[in-house]
C-alpha cells in the first residue's frame, strides 16, 4: 500500500502543487481575515507544508517564503509566545524537508531517466522486491534474456530453476553485504535451450530512513560474443603453445582434440589420422576413454562427413543419432550421440585426418561461430600434426639407424652361433619395442624350421619345437619367402605358433631371413596389442632382418669353420694314436678315447671282427656302464644289434635311417642309458674286409650331418689301417673291397 502511494504521488506531483497552493491561499486568507482560528490550524499546517516540500521542490522555496510571510502577519497581530514559537519552527522544519526532498528528487529523477533510456537500449533492467524476488519493473530486453517475464512475476517463475538458484544467492549475498556485486560472465539458459553470457550488476536499494536493503537493481549487459572470443583466443593461445612446447605427436593430438572440444561445447571427441585409406582413431576424450576402443579403424569412404569436409577443405556440421551411422557406431557400441560436427585437418591442400566432436546430451546444434573458429584451429592443428609428424618421423629414423647399428653389433659382439642368436632376438625385442622375439631356423633338408633363440613372453616356451614349412604363420612366411603379419590374434590362435595362447600376443609379424638367396630361416615379433603394425615397423623389421641374416651367415660360417678344424684335429689325433703303438687294443683305446672327448659322445665302443667264432669282440669301451660293457664284450654276428647288423650289411645306421627299433635293439640301448639319443654304428672295412665295428651315441636327437658322417668314415678308414698294420689276428676275414658310401 505504501509503495503504490508513494509511485502515485511521484507520477502526478502536478495535481499536487495545485492541491496544496490552493489550501496554502485559504489559510493565507483566514490568516489575514480571522487571525484567532489560524493559530489552531497551524498544528495541521505544518505537515501538510511538509508533504508538499516532499513531493514538490520545485515549488518548495515559494511556499516557504509564503508560510514564512503569513506566521509573520500572524505574530505582527498576536505577539505571543505560541506565535513565535510557530514562526521559528515552520521555516527550520521547511528548510530541512527542503534540502532533504531535493536530493531524493533527483535520485528518483535520475532513475526515471535511466529508466526511460533502458527501454530503448540492449540492456537489461529490472527493480526485484523481497521476499521471494519479485520483479516490480523490467524492460523488453530482460524479457528477451529471461524468456518472458513480468511484473508482479517471481524471479524464479521466469528463469529455469538452475539460473534462478544462482542468480538468487548473488543477490543474497550483494544483499547481506549491502554492496554493490559485478559478474563479468553469467550464463542465462533462455528460450529454445539457447545459452548466452551477460555482464550483471546488481544494486541493493535502501531505505534512507532505515539504511536497509528493501529491494535490488539488476542491470545486465549481454557479452555473449565478448566471451565466446576470449574462449576462442584462450583455445587458440593453448593450441599454439602446444605447438611451440612440444613436438611429440601423441601429445599434440591430444592437445588439439582437447581445445576443439573445448571450443565447440563437445564433451566427447575422436581424433583420426588417415593410414592406408583409413580413418584410424588416434585420441578419443569424454565418454569414449571409458570404452575399450582399441584402434578404431573406418575405411575412407565410409566416413562420409570427413569424405566431404576433405573435399571441400571447410569444416562440415551436422547433427544426426549417431546409431544411424554404423561404421561408428559399430566401433563405439552404447555411444549416444545428439549433435556431431567433423573438422578437417587439411595442410598444403593435403588431408591428414580429422576431429570428430560429438555432444551426447541433446541435439543443439553448433554455432556458426564455433563451426568458423573449428575451422581455424583445424587448420592449425593439421600443421602441427604435420611438424609434429615430420619430428616423429626424423626420430623414428634415427632410431631405426640406432635399431640397425644394435643388430649388426650383435653379430660383431660374438661369433658364437647360439650367443649370435640370443643377441639378435634380443636386440630387436628392445628397439622394436615388442613383447616378444625369436628365430627360427631351416634344417638340413629345409622342411621344417626348428626355434633357436627367444625372448620376452615366449621365454618359457620349448627350445626343442619346431614347425613344417607351410604350416603357421611362419611355416608359410618361410614357404613364400615374404614378410607376412597377423594384426589380430582373434580365433586364429593356432597360426601364431611358436607363440601360444596364454601368452597375451595378439600381433604377429614373420619376415624371412635370407642367406645367399636362400631363405635359412625367420625373424619373427609379436606384441601383446593388436594393429601395432605400421609402415615403419613394417619396413624396418625388414632391414633388422637382412642385418640379421648377415650375422647368422657369418655365425654359421665361423660355426662350419670350428666343425671343420674340429673334424681335422680329430683325424689328427687319430691318427696320431694309431702311430703311436702297433698294439691293437691300445690302437682302439687311444683312439677311441679321442673320439669321445671331442665328439662329445654318450657311449663309444670299437669291436673286432673275429671270423672263427663269427662274432664281434670288444676292443675298448667308454661310457658304458659296467654290466652292459660286460654283455657286449662277445657279440655274435646273429645277435641282434645294430652293430652286429651294420657289419653284416657294411652299411652306416643310424637313428635317421634305422628309426624303427627291433625289440632286442631297444634293450641294448634302454640298458645302456641311451635310447632316446643319437646313434651310428658302422663298419671296420680294410680292402673290403670287414675286420671290425666302431658304435657310438651323443645326446639329443638331431640327424646326423654330412661332415658328421664323413669324419666317423675317415675315422673309420685310419683305425682299419692302424689294425692291418698291428698283426691282425690269424684267420681273419679274407679282404674284401671298401666301399663307405653304401
Known amino acids: 500500500m505504501r509503495g503504490q502511494l508513494k509511485r502515485f504521488l511521484q507520477q502526478h506531483p502536478g495535481q499536487l502543487v495545485i492541491f496544496f497552493s490552493l489550501l496554502g491561499v485559504i489559510l493565507f486568507l483566514e490568516a489575514l481575515v480571522l487571525p484567532e482560528t489560524f493559530t489552531g490550524n497551524a498544528g495541521w499546517f505544518i505537515p501538510i507544508v511538509a508533504a508538499v516540500v516532499l513531493f514538490t521542490p520545485r515549488y518548495a522555496a515559494i511556499l516557504v517564503f509564503l508560510t514564512f510571510v503569513v506566521f509573520a502577519i500572524h505574530v505582527i497581530i498576536r505577539a505571543d509566545s505560541a506565535a513565535l514559537m510557530v514562526m521559528v ?30 527501454d530503448q537500449s540492449p540492456l537489461a533492467y529490472a527493480e526485484i522486491e523481497f521476499p521471494g524476488y519479485r520483479l516490480t519493473t523490467c524492460n523488453d530486453t530482460f524479457r528477451r534474456m529471461t524468456g518472458s517475464c513480468s511484473s508482479g512475476q517471481l524471479l524464479a517463475e521466469c528463469l529455469p530453476p538452475d539460473t534462478a538458484a544462482r542468480l538468487s544467492r548473488m543477490m543474497d549475498d550483494a544483499v547481506a553485504r549491502r554492496e554493490r556485486a559485478e559478474f563479468n560472465e553469467f550464463l542465462f539458459d533462455g528460450e529454445g535451450g539457447g545459452e548466452t553470457y551477460w555482464r550483471l550488476d546488481i544494486v541493493p536499494v535502501t531505505e534512507a530512513s532505515r539504511g536497509t536493503p528493501h529491494a535490488v537493481s539488476l542491470f545486465a549487459f549481454e557479452v555473449t560474443g565478448n566471451v565466446l572470443r576470449d574462449r576462442n583466443r584462450e583455445s587458440a593461445l593453448r593450441i599454439s603453445t602446444a605447438f611451440m612446447s612440444s613436438l611429440e605427436l601423441k601429445a599434440t593430438m591430444n592437445v588439439v582434440l582437447e581445445n576443439m572440444a573445448f571450443s565447440t561445447d563437445a564433451d566427447t571427441g575422436i581424433l583420426f589420422l588417415l593410414e592406408d585409406e583409413q580413418w584410424v582413431a588416434k585420441a578419443v576424450l569424454g565418454t569414449l576413454m571409458q570404452k575399450d576402443t582399441g584402434k578404431l579403424r573406418i575405411p575412407y569412404d565410409d566416413l562420409w562427413p570427413a569424405v566431404e569436409s576433405v573435399l571441400s577443405k571447410h569444416a562440415r556440421t551436422c547433427s544426426y543419432p549417431l546409431a544411424e551411422f554404423s561404421p561408428l557406431a559399430g566401433g563405439v557400441p552404447g555411444l549416444d550421440a545428439g549433435s556431431n ?58 632410431s631405426s639407424l640406432e635399431a640397425i647399428e644394435a643388430i649388426s653389433e650383435a653379430g660383431l659382439a660374438s661369433l658364437d652361433l647360439e650367443e649370435v ?90 619376415v624371412p631371413l635370407r642367406i645367399n638367396a636362400k631363405t ?23 632391414v633388422l632382418a637382412d642385418r640379421a641374416s648377415h650375422a647368422v651367415q657369418n655365425s654359421m660360417l665361423h ?22 703303438t702297433r698294439d691293437l687294443r691300445q690302437i682302439a683305446a687311444d683312439s677311441l678315447e679321442a673320439v669321445y672327448r671331442q665328439m662329445g659322445c654318450a657311449t663309444a665302443g670299437i669291436f673286432y671282427h673275429d671270423p672263427q667264432s663269427s662274432a664281434l ?43 624303427d627299433l627291433t625289440k632286442a635293439q631297444a634293450q641294448v640301448l634302454a640298458d645302456l642309458g641311451v635310447l632316446d ?54 684267420g681273419s676275414l679274407a679282404p674284401a673291397p671298401l666301399n663307405l658310401n653304401d
Request: aromatic share 6%.
Open 89 to 118: 519552527t515552520v521555516p527550520a522544519f521547511g528548510i530541512t524537508a527542503f534540502l532533504a526532498s531535493a536530493a531524493a528528487r533527483l535520485g528518483f529523477r535520475q532513475a526515471q531517466l535511466v529508466r526511460e533510456a533502458l
Open 341 to 398: 560436427l567433423v573438422v578437417p585437418l587439411i595442410t598444403a591442400n593435403r588431408a591428414v585426418g580429422a576431429v570428430w566432436c560429438i555432444q551426447t546430451d541433446e541435439p543443439r546444434g553448433f554455432s556458426e561461430g564455433q563451426v568458423e573458429f573449428a575451422t581455424v584451429i583445424g587448420a592449425q592443428a593439421a600443421l602441427a600434426i604435420e611438424n609434429a609428424t615430420i619430428y616423429e618421423n626424423e626420430r623414428s629414423m634415427r
Open 421 to 510: 642368436l640370443i643377441e639378435l632376438v634380443t636386440r630387436t625385442q628392445d628397439v622394436m619395442q615388442m613383447d616378444a622375439a625369436m628365430i627360427l631356423l631351416a634344417d638340413s633338408e629345409g622342411t621344417r624350421l626348428e626355434l633357436r633363440a627367444m625372448a620376452g613372453a615366449v621365454a618359457a616356451i620349448d627350445t626343442e619345437c619346431s614347425v613344417r614349412a607351410g604350416e603357421c604363420l611362419a611355416g608359410m612366411a618361410f614357404a613364400s619367402n615374404a614378410p607376412m603379419k597377423i594384426d589380430d590374434v582373434g580365433d586364429h590362435e593356432s597360426e601364431i605358433f611358436p607363440f601360444t595362447a596364454g601368452s597375451g600376443i595378439r600381433s604377429v609379424l614373420a
Open 520 to 542: 635359412a630361416g625367420i625373424l619373427q615379433i609379436g606384441s601383446l596389442e593388436a594393429n601395432v603394425f605400421s609402415a615403419r615397423e613394417w619396413g624396418l623389421i625388414q
Open 559 to 580: 660355426e662350419q669353420t670350428r666343425r671343420e678344424l674340429a673334424r681335422v684335429a680329430l683325424l689328427r689325433d687319430v691318427a696320431a694314436a694309431c702311430a703311436r
Open 617 to 659: 669282440v670288444n676292443l675298448a669301451f667308454f661310457g658304458h656302464p659296467e654290466a652292459s660293457a660286460r654283455d657286449l664284450e662277445v657279440i655274435p654276428l646273429d645277435r641282434d644289434t645294430l652293430l652286429s647288423k651294420a657289419v653284416l650289411e657294411r652299411a652306416i645306421i643310424t637313428h635317421d635311417n634305422w628309426p
Open 677 to 730: 639319443n643319437r646313434r651310428a654304428a658302422l663298419p671296420i672295412i680294410y680292402k673290403d674286409s670287414v675286420i671290425g665295428g666302431l658304435a657310438l651315441t651323443m645326446p639329443g636327437r638331431d640327424p646326423w650331418a654330412e661332415t658328421e658322417l664323413d669324419t666317423l668314415k675317415g675315422i673309420a678308414n685310419q683305425i682299419a689301417v692302424a689294425m692291418a698294420g698291428s698283426g691282425f689276428p690269424s
